[in-house]
Nanobody, 122 residues
Framework: QVQLVESGGGLVQAGGSLRLSCAASGRIVSNTYAMGWFRQAPGKEREFVGSISWNGGSTFYADSVKGRFTISRDNAKNTVYLEMNSLKPEDTAVYYC??????????????WGQGTQVTVSS
């Protein structure tokens, strides 16, 4: 069994920043897994935000967040981060981390965290 736990969500004004964390534990050699971040707003389908390779050497981003969001990881801590800058009201959603994979298709991921709410006020 694998556990993924997100943290760091909250309420922020437009233009502000937040850093989300995703801590991995359980029966996983987490530093060999690529990880993805997704988000889901009310009434909308789960949306790819970005992903990072197992060693952090490659990152991929959705066009909607490119240049504003940065994904990184610390394998010694089994943790992946999502740094979000210049936040917009349309970034409001529940944010999830998932493993393993780099794919933009959420159906390809086996493990999911419980999600953390990010709310951006205008």
């Amino acid at each position: 069994q694998v556990q993924l736990v997100e943290s760091g969500g909250g309420l922020v004004q437009a233009g502000g920043s937040l850093r989300l964390s995703c801590a991995a534990s359980g029966r996983i050699v987490s530093n060999t897994y690529a990880m993805g971040w997704f988000r889901q707003a009310p009434g909308k389908e789960r949306e790819f935000v970005g992903s990072i390779s197992w060693n952090g050497g490659s990152t991929f981003y959705a066009d909607s967040v490119k240049g504003r969001f940065t994904i990184s990881r610390d394998n010694a801590k089994n943790t992946v981060y999502l740094e979000m800058n210049s936040l917009k009201p349309e970034d409001t959603a529940v944010y999830y981390c998932a493993a393993p994979g780099l794919d933009a298709d959420y159906r390809r991921y086996r493990y999911w965290g419980q999600g953390t709410q990010v709310t951006v006020s205008s």
